[in-house]
């Protein structure tokens, strides 16, 4: 009793304890595919339990979620599981509501909890396959995270839950969250991970296929830059996707375009080289360790190519075509500038880092097409000075961040999830300007961004505020709900209802606000005109208490 009722920060003594519970045997060593899951996981000698009443179940498993008590969410992280196997319609009806509990226990400070949730969360994905789809990009940052910044049992629990993604969702899907949120990384750990995945779908996909698809010139950028990578790994399956891209003439033109000569060269001499060795027989050299050409690489090293094959007509007018081809001064002024801008917003004096914002802006409305391009590598090092120290910097990043969303509306969709982390971070903000920066930078979002995917991402950062920010989150999702109910119902349903019912709850939004009765009114009826009778049929699902509340903003 006196360890659950002390405020716990850090793994249980002994830190081999976590990985000797029976559900959480995915710290074990693992194999690949769909057998890394061991049996224990799928029931703990519990499968043939039947629950009596599912949806109270399902109601309790999400209340113990919701406790302060380590033990108890565990016990809900389990039933969610075992739910998941025997009634899995039942989660279907709430998935979102549910993903958001569990994912959120992911980053839980008491590491047997985190590694839980990690698992609960592998089971989802493994049950009910691409029902799941919904829920990739905000599950994949989260697990990404835990990659690079958990106990190493944790991360290797994360690496299999994604790896488990990536096999059963839409393919397209995956490797859509991969690029926005994995390849990118600045973390090392976590760019290994996503590169590795991506190259398991870019083989199940296919580069035929790929080619004729939208992403075909971001994949053809991001395999370049992995291909580069500091990191000896995540190298090797950057050049393994490029060896794959190349025998398609499409992504051929687009490496050409995307990689200057030389980088384009040394690639091609790395991976004639590794293609030599291995026709040869020869051990690795020192650089390239044995242990390199095995080590979580889903393909044997086998299958790179010999030398003979990379010395093809069609490499050799790679490696010697035209200078004409290659528009090097763009590219190199291009490149000269953005490394400018790195290390303005990276500098230690807070005046370089407001003059590396304000080159961001005028980059932005020069030259749109060269921040676009590269848009979530700037963010790497933008969304920093959005959450700077200084209260200058970050007003004027926030300030920047307003005028750049109607600068380039779309073009940001894959830093999305970044974008509106940043401004929320900001909206309780006790400075003026800070607040006021924030706050705008939110109206300006609302009026150029994608608004389906704007309200995604408010209703998941919505559950992670509190105070003011809380109360503008939801102001902007109930001005969201008539625009996208028009167009996808059932992103309302799914994203914004789950907010008016934790409002009802009494549970999220500070009852001492004299603001809080006003804004709820405004989402239950915003969300009345649209749904209708609908939305009286979803209330009778939830406990009396919040019908109770519903039906007294409304006036039934």
């Keep these: 009793m006196g360890l659950q009722a002390a405020p716990w920060r850090g793994a249980l003594p002994g830190a081999a304890a976590p990985t000797a519970d029976p559900l959480l045997t995915v710290t074990s060593q693992t194999a690949t595919g769909a057998k890394r899951r061991e049996e224990p996981l799928r029931g703990h000698g519990q499968k043939d339990r039947a629950f009596s009443d599912p949806q109270q179940s399902l109601q309790e498993a999400l209340s113990m979620l919701g406790s302060e008590d380590w033990e108890l969410k565990e016990k809900g992280l389990f039933n969610i599981k075992h739910l998941a196997e025997s009634h899995p319609e039942i989660l279907l009806s709430r998935l979102h509501e549910i993903c958001l509990a569990v994912t959120s226990e992911v980053t839980n400070l008491r590491s047997k909890v985190s590694c839980s949730a990690i698992v609960t969360l592998g089971e989802l994905f493994a049950i009910l396959k691409k029902d799941m789809d919904s829920e990739v990009d905000e599950v994949t940052p989260v697990l990404l995270q835990m990659v690079w910044n958990s106990p190493e049992f944790v991360q290797k629990a994360a690496c299999q839950t994604l790896e488990i993604m990536v096999e059963n969702v839409t393919p397209a899907r995956a490797m859509n969250a991969l690029l926005d949120r994995g390849v990118k990384s600045r973390y090392t750990q976590a760019r290994k991970c996503a590169a590795e995945l991506l190259l398991s779908l870019v083989e199940k996909m296919g580069v035929t296929k790929l080619a004729g698809t939208s992403r075909a010139e971001r994949l053809a950028q991001v395999a370049g830059t992995l291909a580069q990578d500091c990191h000896k790994d995540t190298r090797h399956y950057g050049q393994e996707m490029v060896k794959m891209l190349l025998n398609n003439q499409k992504f051929k033109k687009l490496l050409e375009q995307s990689l200057s000569t030389r980088d384009l060269e040394d690639i091609l001499r790395r991976i004639r080289r590794k293609g030599m060795e291995n026709q040869k027989g020869e051990p690795p050299s020192v650089k390239e360790p044995v242990k390199e050409r095995n080590d979580g690489s889903k393909k044997p090293q086998a299958t790179l190519p010999s030398s003979k094959c990379v010395k093809s007509t069609s490499d050799r007018c790679l490696l010697h075509r035209p200078k004409a081809q290659v528009t090097l001064p763009a590219a190199v002024e291009g490149r000269e500038s953005l490394q400018k801008l790195y290390h303005l917003l990276e500098a230690k004096g807070f005046q370089a880092r407001m003059e590396g914002v304000a080159l961001l802006l005028d980059l932005a409305k020069t030259r749109p097409q060269l921040i676009s391009s590269n848009i979530v590598q700037i963010f790497d090092y933008f969304v920093l000075r959005i959450n700077d120290t200084h209260k200058k910097v970050k007003q004027k990043a926030l300030e920047v961040l307003a005028e750049i969303i109607g600068l ?103 009852v001492r606000s004299a603001n809080v009765c006003a804004v709820v009114t405004k989402l239950a009826c915003a969300l009345c005109e649209v749904m209708g009778t609908q939305l009286i049929k979803c209330a009778e699902s939830k406990p009396p208490h919040v019908q109770e509340n519903l039906s007294s903003l409304l006036g039934w």
């Design 408 to 510: 380039l509306e779309d073009a940001l969709n894959p830093v999305m999830v970044r974008l509106v982390e940043g401004i929320t971070k900001n909206l309780n903000s006790k400075d003026p300007g800070v607040h006021a920066a924030a706050v705008n930078a939110l109206d300006k979002s609302v009026a150029h961004l994608d608004q389906v995917s704007l309200m995604k991402e408010l209703s998941h950062q919505w559950s992670q505020l509190n105070g003011q920010a809380l109360l503008e989150v939801t102001e902007r999702i109930t001005d969201l709900v008539e625009w996208v109910y028009a167009r996808s119902p059932e992103v309302v349903q799914r994203y914004a209802l789950p907010v008016l019912w934790s409002c009802l709850e009494n549970k999220a939004l500070p």
